[in-house]
Structures are given as C-alpha cells and as structure tokens.
DNA sequence: ATAAGATTGTTGCATTTGCAACATGTATTT
DNA sequence: AAATACATGTTGCAAATGCAACAATCTTAT
C-alpha cells in the first residue's frame, strides 16, 4: 500500500493548536456571518465587531483602533466609512501627541443598533458558554492570552 | 462624560471566546505568514497547508477535501491546480459512491517539501507547546473540538 | 534652519475568498 | 422511461483584504 511507504515521523501543522484554533475560528465566524443574515440587514458582521470595539473604546483614533481590531489602517478607514454614513459613529480630528488624528465616538444610533443586535446574541452566547464549566474558560481564556503574548514577541504587527 | 450616559449592562461580543480566537488566530496566521516569507518561495502558507492535510488523508476527493480544509470547493480546486502544476500533487479519476471525482494524492516531490518546511517549523511549534503544561493543553484542544461540534449541530457549513 | 525621518489617514491595485451559475453525470420519483 | 433532484468540479464575478505609494503634518538630526 502507497501509505506504508509514507514517513510520518515528523508532526503536522494540522495538529498544533494554531491550526485548530484557525479552522475553529472558521467555524464560530460562519456561525456570525449566517446569525446576521437572518437578524440584520444594516450592517455587517465586521461593521457591528467594530462597533462593538468603539462602544467599549470611545475616542480612539484611527490607527489604534486599527491596532485593536488587526486590520490594517487602509480597511479600519473603509469600515469607518460605512458606518459614519449610517450615522453609527461620529469621527471628529483631535490631537495624539501632538499629531493630527481622526477620532471616533459612538452615536446614539449606533448603541441602540448595538444593544438591539447583541439582546439577539444573547441566547446563542449563553448556549456556547453553558459548554464549559467556569474553569475550562477561564482556561481557554488564559491560553489563547499566553500564545498572543508569545506571538507578538516574535513578529511585528505592521499596523 | 459622555460615557457616562452609556448604558453598559449588555455582554460584548469582542468579550466572547469566539472573537478572543478569531483575534488570536490572526496572530498565528500571520507569524506564519512572516516565516514563510523567510523561509519558502515554492509555495504559499495555505498551499502548505493544504499539502499537509493530503499528506494526512492521501486519496480524497476534492470535495471531502474542501471540507477537511473549509474552503468552498472553487478555491480548494485552483490550490490543487497550482499544486500540481508545481508537481507537489497528483489529480487522478476515480469513482465514490458511484460519482466520478477527482481524487488527490501527494508526490514524493510533495512530501520532501513537506518535510523540509516541517522541520524549519519545529524550533516555533516546540516554542508554543512550552508556553502550557500537558493538561492546559489537552483542555484547550478539548474546549476547541467543543465548540466546533456545538456549531455544526446549528450551522449547515455549504460546502 | 533645512533636510531627513516618523506618524496618520487615504487611494489604488493585486490577491484571496466566497457565492452563484453552469456542465456533467448519477439517483430517485412518478 | 422521462423528469426531477442531487453530487462533483469548474468558471465568472463581486466583495474583502492586505500592501505599497502618497499627502499632510510633526519630530529629529545635521
């Protein structure tokens, strides 16, 4: 048989735990992207993500915004965009260290979209975390910390 | 303060361990990325990948493929034709269930590829394994698989 | 003081990705 | 037996994404 011939001694990237974690993001974010085609016609996945981020970080500017979502700043412009038309944020120039920046505040709008689209959420969330007894997330939790804590003493996130 | 008026009794979506992967899962993806800058001209980070789970699973057809990797089955077959046109791959007919299918086997020329970027990842997966102890471990892959099976049982993944 | 460098945001472009439509062949139904 | 439905793979297209280049503004160096 071909197999028998095959060498499998040396490990997989398949089996480490970043390709898992890749496959089962896939997952989650399939889940996300079908729950919103039912739920909302306003905005998208990555639009209510973002707002989800300003609405717990009002006043950033652009770039740290960028930095907190991991895109880059080309794309964290472009879904500002949208979302400032729709009246979900407003964006106003302030200054970071003296340097001219974008700011970005969430509107009334856009937290009454927020809490009308996260109450939908709600059941879905509690049926994902009734999967684990509080230590196990707890542990997930510090787990996926510690690897990005590793990562971002190797590579720099050109943002 | 304006934040002040800011009603923040409702869960965060960004607080939720899908998105704390997806987050995390972008930081493997592009360390792997950066290595394979460094490391592999022949080949791209997803055709790697997707070499390696035909090294695992030799004689798949495309579509089962697809599914091993979540990629629908347009994108899984123009990796496979770039595959083979660099002769990592084979593509031959065969029948399942009585269907004509392409099936994918993986090359000698394939598997020292394989190999030979294996082993120039080992130092970084020995690296990452050592941030946990056996047991975290074990949870962590555990509480992965977890969510994945509650997913599919919500989601049709059309592929 | 002038030039070089750094930070922030925008625009353009190429790559990746997923979805829908299509062609082909098989199974099922009527 | 004919028609409908299903499975597999391919092609075309549109949206998302990242990267490089650019403009504007501020800092640092010579």
Redesign the pocket.
Known sequence: MLTETFDKKFMHYIDTPSYDMELTS?YCK?LL?QLFDKICSEI?P?EFIVLDTISCNNGL??????RLI????????????SLEKKNFII?YND?????????VNITKMGLDMLEKLTLRFQPYHEQMCKLFNEEDLLILKASLKKIRDAISKIVEL?I
Do not use: F, H, P, W
């Open positions: 896939k399939t992207v998208s990555e500017c652009q770039r740290d915004l960028a991991l895109k880059d700043r080309a794309n964290t412009g472009r879904i500002l965009d964006r200054t970071k260290n003296n340097r001219l920046v974008r700011k050109q």
